[in-house]
């Protein structure tokens, strides 16, 4: 069983920053992109920020410049820092991984943790 368990959401003023962390564990074999999600009220849920297993980067227009995604692959966590935090990044944050658990590729998903930027 694989679980993708995201912590370092919270409250922040506008301008702030915030860290997201996110570690995957269980049954792993390999792990291909990994990436943060994110949905508002209302929203669909849409691509924050991406990054491949070769560290390739993408970023949705919005955060680029302002957000950066990075990965440990020995410690199989992924993670978001966050700048200049604006109103508009008020949302459920989730993140993705593609990995293979020994039975084939699959498409994971965490809890969410959410985030609110105050104006």
């Known amino acids: 069983q694989v679980q993708l368990v995201e912590s370092g959401g919270g409250l922040v003023q506008a301008g702030g920053s915030l860290g997201l962390s996110c570690a995957a564990s269980?049954?792993?074999?390999?792990?291909?992109?990994m990436g943060w999600y994110r949905q508002a009220p209302g929203k669909q849920r849409e691509l924050v920020a991406r990054?491949?297993?070769?560290?390739?980067?993408n970023y949705a227009d919005s955060v680029k410049g302002r957000f950066t995604i990075s990965r440990d692959n020995a410690k199989i966590t992924v993670y978001l820092q966050m700048n200049s935090l604006k109103p508009e990044d008020t949302a459920a944050y989730y993140c993705n991984a593609q990995l293979d658990n020994g039975l084939g590729l699959g498409n994971y998903w965490g809890q969410g943790t959410q985030v609110t930027v105050s104006s």
């Open positions: 269980g049954s792993i074999f390999s792990i291909n992109a």
């Open positions: 990054i491949g297993s070769g560290g390739s980067t």
